[in-house]
C-alpha cells in the first residue's frame, strides 16, 4: 500500500467504511516528501535514543517517516475509527505505538516516565487548525523538557507565533509561547498536499523550549493574567485593558501606580509591548 497514493488511501479508508469528520480537522497528507522533512526537521539535534510523541496521526502518514528516524514513537488520537486503519499502515512499524486518548486530557508526565525513561523526547504532529493553541499551550505549560516541538499549523496561526511585538498580527498567544519557546518558522506546504484540500495554506514551526525562560517573573501566574489583560481590549488603552481583567483585584489607581513603577505609559497599548514589560507590570503589581 502507498500511504502517499490518493488511489490507496480511497481504497483503504472506503475498505474501513471511514468518512472525514469536521470535528476532527481531518486532513491527511499525500506528499511523500513532506512529511519525510517534517520527521527529520522534528529530531535534528536530538540525541539517541530519541523518542517521539506524535498527536493525530491519521492513517499514519507522517507517523511512517517518524518511525524511521525516531527510536519509539507513541501517538495519541482520539478518533476510535482510526486505530483498525493504523494497525494494517504501520503494521511493520515495530517501534509505533497507539494510545486512544485526547491529548489535552493526557497525563503527560505520566507518559513520559512510563514510556520514554532514558530517551530524550520530541513532540512532532499535523495538528488540526481549530485546537492550534490549545495543543501549543498545553505542551509548554507542562513544563516538561522537551527537545522541540514541530507542529504543521495554519500559515495565519504560524505567522502570529513568530511576529513581534507592534506586529498587526501580534497578540497574546505570541507573548505566551515566546515565553515559554524559541519559535522559528520552517516552510509552507500548499493545500495541495492534502486529501481533503483545506482551504487555507500552512506552515512547519519548530518550537525549541527554553532551559531558562527570558523572563523570571516573581509570580507565573500573575504574569499571565497581566499578559491576557493587556490584549484583552486591543482597541483601548493598556491601563483600560488590564482593569477589564484584573479590576477584580486592583483599583485603576493602583494598576496606574504599577505601570509607573514598571516604567510603561498607561496610554500604550498592549501590542507594544514585549514579555519583558509585562514581567516588569507583574513583578510591580505582586
Known amino acids: 500500500m502507498n500511504l502517499y497514493s490518493i488511489t490507496d488511501i480511497t481504497a483503504l479508508?472506503?475498505?474501513h467504511g471511514f468518512s472525514f469528520a469536521?470535528?476532527?480537522?481531518?486532513?491527511?497528507?499525500?506528499?511523500?516528501?513532506?512529511?519525510?522533512?517534517?520527521?527529520?526537521?522534528s529530531c535534528?539535534?536530538?540525541?539517541?535514543?530519541?523518542?517521539?510523541?506524535?498527536?493525530?496521526?491519521?492513517?499514519g502518514s507522517l507517523t511512517l517517516q517518524l518511525s524511521r528516524v525516531y527510536?519509539?514513537?507513541?501517538?495519541?488520537?482520539?478518533?476510535t475509527r482510526l486505530p483498525p486503519i493504523l494497525s494494517e499502515t504501520?503494521?511493520?512499524?515495530?517501534?509505533?505505538?497507539?494510545?486512544?486518548?485526547?491529548?489535552?486530557?493526557?497525563d503527560l508526565n505520566g507518559v513520559i516516565r512510563e514510556k520514554f525513561e532514558g530517551y530524550s523526547v520530541s513532540v512532532c504532529a499535523n495538528l488540526p487548525y481549530y485546537i492550534t493553541?490549545?495543543?501549543?499551550?498545553?505542551?509548554?505549560?507542562?513544563?516538561?523538557?522537551f527537545e522541540s516541538v514541530t507542529v504543521m499549523i495554519q500559515k495565519e496561526v504560524a505567522e502570529r507565533l513568530t511576529s513581534k511585538p507592534g506586529d498587526s498580527c501580534y497578540g497574546a498567544i505570541t507573548a505566551a509561547v515566546?515565553?515559554?519557546?524559541d519559535v522559528r518558522r520552517l516552510f509552507n506546504v500548499s493545500p495541495g498536499n492534502f486529501i481533503p484540500r483545506p482551504k487555507v495554506d500552512s506552515t512547519v514551526i519548530r518550537l525549541t523550549p527554553y532551559k531558562n525562560k527570558p523572563v523570571s517573573p516573581r509570580s507565573e501566574a500573575l504574569f499571565m493574567r497581566v499578559l491576557h489583560g493587556a490584549f484583552a481590549q486591543r482597541r483601548k488603552t493598556l491601563i483600560n485593558s488590564l482593569y477589564s481583567v484584573l479590576g477584580g483585584d486592583y483599583t485603576k489607581d493602583e494598576l496606574t501606580y504599577a505601570l509607573g513603577i514598571a516604567g510603561i505609559s498607561p496610554s500604550c497599548r498592549g501590542e507594544t509591548l514585549?514579555?519583558?514589560?509585562?514581567?516588569?507590570?507583574s513583578d510591580a503589581l505582586e
Open 71 to 79: 527510536d519509539k514513537v507513541v501517538c495519541f488520537e482520539i478518533d
Open 13 to 15: 479508508l472506503d475498505s
Open 274 to 281: 514585549g514579555i519583558s514589560d509585562f514581567a516588569k507590570i
Open 22 to 41: 469536521k470535528k476532527y480537522g481531518q486532513n491527511f497528507l499525500i506528499n511523500e516528501g513532506v512529511p519525510k522533512k517534517i520527521a527529520e526537521s
Open 178 to 181: 515566546n515565553y515559554y519557546a
Open 133 to 145: 493553541g490549545d495543543i501549543i499551550m498545553r505542551l509548554l505549560e507542562s513544563n516538561i523538557q
Open 90 to 106: 504501520l503494521s511493520d512499524c515495530q517501534n509505533v505505538e497507539i494510545i486512544l486518548e485526547d491529548i489535552l486530557k493526557a
Open 44 to 59: 535534528e539535534g536530538a540525541v539517541r535514543p530519541r523518542a517521539c510523541i506524535e498527536i493525530g496521526p491519521g492513517i
